[in-house]
C-alpha cells in the first residue's frame, strides 16, 4: 500500500512537471528583463507565476524586452494580502523617463487592512499626463487572481478589469494622445509610501515585509515597434471601441466605485478644467 502511495504521488508530481515544462517556455525570461528580488514558480495549473518581492532595501520589476506601438496587453494578478498600505504594485505602458514621455498606468495603491485597494488609471501623452481616474476594487485583489487589460489603439485607451471595461480614453485630434513613442510593458512593485495610501498619510508597515505580489498568464497581441504585429488572437483590438454594453460598464463603475476623477476636481486646474472634460 505504502509503495502504491509513492509510486502514484511520484507520478503525480512527474505529470505536473511536465504540464509545467508544456505550458510555459518562461513567459518571463524570454519576453521580459527583471530588476530586484523575482522568483518564478509554476501552480497547480502548470501556469508559470512570477513573484515580485518589496522590502525595505530594494522593489521589484520586469520590463519588456520589445517595444510597442498599439496593442491589447493583459496580465492576472494577485496582490498583497493584509495589510499593503504605501504599496504599489503596477501594470503599465512607458515610452521612457523623459519631461516629453507617453505613458498607460494600471496602479494598484495598497490599502490599510480592511479598507479596498484603490485602483488608479491614468495617460500620459507628450508629458502631459494628470488625467487620472481612481476605483475602489469591488473585490478582494488578494484572495484570487483577477485580469487586468490594456488596450491601445489608434482611437481610444481601454482599462479592463475581469472582462469589463472601466474606462476609456478618447483621442481627440487636436489634444495630446499616445500615439508616436513605442512603449516598453512594465509590471513593478515599490514603496509608494509618499503618495499612495490617503495621499501619503499612512505609510509601509515593515514589520510585514516581505511583501509579494504574483504575476500569471502575461498576453500580449500587439505591433512591435518597428516589425509586425500579433501575438496571439485576432486583432479586433486595432479598432476596438466600446459598444453599448460596454459604456453600461464604465457607468457603473463610475457610478458606484470611482473615488476620483480629474475632470471634477476644480482645485487642481484653477486655469479650467482639461479640455477633453467637457467633450463626450
Not at 100 to 111: L, Q, R, T, V
Not at 120 to 126: D, I, L, M, Q, R
Not at 191 to 198: I, L, M, R, V
Request: contains cysteine; proline residues 5%; negative net charge.
Amino acid at each position: 500500500m505504502a509503495r502504491r502511495s509513492l509510486a502514484l504521488l511520484l507520478a503525480s508530481s512527474l505529470a505536473l512537471m511536465a504540464a509545467a515544462v508544456a505550458s510555459a517556455d518562461s513567459w518571463l525570461y524570454d519576453k521580459f528583463n527583471t530588476d530586484g528580488t523575482v522568483r518564478t514558480q509554476y501552480d497547480a495549473s502548470g501556469q508559470e507565476v512570477a513573484m515580485l518581492s518589496l522590502d525595505r532595501s530594494s522593489g521589484a520589476g520586469f520590463n519588456s524586452k520589445e517595444q510597442y506601438l498599439y496593442g491589447e496587453f493583459s496580465v492576472q494578478m494577485k496582490l498583497i494580502p493584509g495589510n499593503s498600505a504605501g504599496t504599489v504594485s503596477c501594470f503599465y505602458l512607458s515610452s521612457g523617463d523623459g519631461d516629453g514621455h507617453d505613458e498607460i498606468d494600471m496602479e494598484f495603491m495598497g490599502n490599510a487592512s480592511g479598507q479596498p485597494v484603490v485602483l488608479n488609471t491614468n495617460v500620459w501623452a507628450s508629458g502631459d499626463g494628470k488625467k487620472e481616474h481612481q476605483f475602489d476594487l469591488w473585490f478582494d485583489p488578494s484572495a484570487d487572481y483577477h485580469t487586468y487589460t490594456i488596450i491601445w489603439n489608434p482611437t481610444n485607451i481601454l482599462f479592463k478589469v475581469d472582462g469589463d471595461v472601466i474606462r476609456c480614453f478618447k483621442r481627440y485630434a487636436d489634444l495630446p494622445y499616445p500615439s508616436a513613442r513605442p512603449m516598453a510593458l512594465h509590471a513593478t512593485l515599490w514603496d509608494g509610501s509618499y503618495w499612495a495610501t490617503e495621499k501619503g498619510k499612512v505609510p509601509v508597515d515593515w514589520s510585514a515585509a516581505p511583501f509579494v505580489v504574483s504575476y500569471r498568464g502575461y498576453s500580449a497581441n500587439a505591433c512591435v515597434s518597428g516589425g509586425a504585429c500579433g501575438g496571439g488572437g485576432d486583432d479586433g483590438w486595432m479598432s476596438k471601441q466600446p459598444d453599448d454594453a460596454e459604456w453600461g460598464t464604465v457607468r457603473w463603475a463610475e457610478s458606484n466605485y470611482m473615488r476620483y476623477n480629474y475632470c471634477d476636481d476644480g482645485w487642481r486646474f484653477p486655469q479650467g478644467l482639461p479640455p477633453e472634460c467637457s467633450r463626450s
